[in-house]
């Protein structure tokens, strides 16, 4: 399958490309950071640079590619937890406008699959746009993953044990998603306690 990454880069993009690669998927990872471009060929992608609120390149770059698939892994998080509330109304954009933007360009592309991952778990200040962003993909027959609280190398905690539920560890998280490739369109929660 051909498949376009948004957030090839994040901490699930990066174990992601790899498992998609090596499943035997051809993958476009974009980024929005020139300086990452080496890093999402490392990792056995195609590098996009693009910023997921320029609307035309973007659908230029999703065209050029011509996706099965697009997904959506874009987040705006800071890298301290302590910062996390600063950057709400960041990441609320990127659920809101980005996912705007991406099934805009996918749509233009004529990619017939649209996955995007979500949260399984509302933090203050992201309900309206948590609800916003699932409602543009599911109207758009694609699929959300609803992701627990993630845990593990490059998260926010190398444990579980300050994790609270739903939660997932984020190699299984970036493992359960390849498995979800062809989910039917809808709400798939991928935690710890999901079926």
């Known amino acids: ?17 790899p498992r998609l690669v090596e499943q035997g998927h051809a993958v476009a990872g974009m980024t929005r950071s020139p300086e990452k471009a080496d890093m999402v060929r490392e990792l056995g992608a195609e590098p996009v640079v693009c910023d997921v609120y320029d609307a035309a390149r973007l659908t230029e770059a999703v065209t050029a590619f011509a996706p099965e698939l697009v997904m959506h892994q874009l987040t705006d998080l800071p890298d301290d937890v302590k910062r996390l509330a600063l950057y709400m109304r960041r990441n609320n954009r990127i659920r809101t406008e980005g996912t705007q933007n991406l099934l805009a360009a996918g749509q233009a592309a004529g990619a017939p699959r649209f996955i995007a991952q979500s949260i399984a778990f509302t933090p203050p200040g992201a309900g309206k746009a948590v609800k916003r962003h699932e409602r543009m993909v599911l109207d758009a027959g694609g699929t959300v993953l609803r992701y627990g609280w993630l845990y593990g190398p490059g998260t926010y905690s190398e444990t579980s044990r300050r994790v609270p539920s739903p939660r997932i560890h984020v190699d299984a998280a970036a493992q359960r998603t390849v498995e979800l490739l062809e989910a039917p369109p809808g709400i798939v929660v991928v935690s710890e306690t999901a079926d």
């Not at 399958?1 to 490309?17: C, E, K, P, Q």
Request: charged share 10%; glycine share 18%.
């Open 1 to 17: 399958m051909r498949i376009f990454l948004a957030g090839a880069t994040g901490v699930i993009g990066t174990r992601l490309v």
